[in-house]
């Protein structure tokens, strides 16, 4: 209802307010938790994974132009952690991400920012699917024509031919 919705925004302005107030220093949990305490909520569960899942797909399509990939071809880029951009040129995973180490990192990622520093690192990442991509983003996909093999087959509960398509991505043409 809107009365929640306006009691969950006030929580947040106070919140964020107590935080910008703080942001010369680095906040420690204990500070974190010390003004969750003042405002009287408990803090947040972590959401289930069924909920993370929605949450990773809502960002995907709220951040289709900053898409990123590993790269295909490994013969040129030799560093791991590199990331190629769908609107150009390459970046890596900020130090600051959960994602950073090597075992953690996904084949395709969304990010909030580019910062340049001494690299172009991608701020605010967040993993995605690629499958994902022609669901949220289809106004960005091209499909082929319609492939050879598989052969095409009859669906006769839909009343229609189905056959197999190659898409692509982006400006790019990721398959």
Do not use: F, L, R
């Given at each position: 209802s809107i009365s929640e919705v306006y009691s969950v925004s006030s929580q947040l302005r106070r919140i964020l307010g107590k935080i910008i107030s703080n942001s010369q220093q680095s906040m420690s949990k204990k500070q974190i938790n010390r003004i969750v305490k003042e405002l009287k909520a408990p803090p947040p569960p972590p959401p289930m994974d069924n909920q993370e899942l929605t949450l990773r797909q809502l960002i995907c399509a709220g951040f289709l132009d900053r898409v990123a990939r590993k790269p295909t071809s490994k013969s040129d880029i030799?560093?791991?952690?590199?990331?190629?951009?769908?609107?150009?040129?390459?970046?890596?995973?900020?130090?600051?991400?959960s994602l950073f180490s090597e075992e953690k990192q996904?084949?395709?990622l969304v990010f909030y920012e580019i910062v340049e520093t001494t690299k172009r690192f991608m701020r605010g990442v967040t993993a995605i699917q690629p499958e994902w991509l022609p669901l949220v983003g289809s106004y960005l996909c091209n499909d082929s024509a319609p492939l050879s093999q598989p052969f095409p087959t009859y669906n006769r509960q839909k009343d229609c031919v189905t056959c197999f398509v190659r898409t692509t991505f982006g400006p790019r043409r990721w398959s």
């Open positions: 030799t560093d791991k952690s590199v990331y190629e951009v769908a609107s150009g040129g390459y970046a890596h995973i900020h130090p600051s991400s996904p084949q395709y």
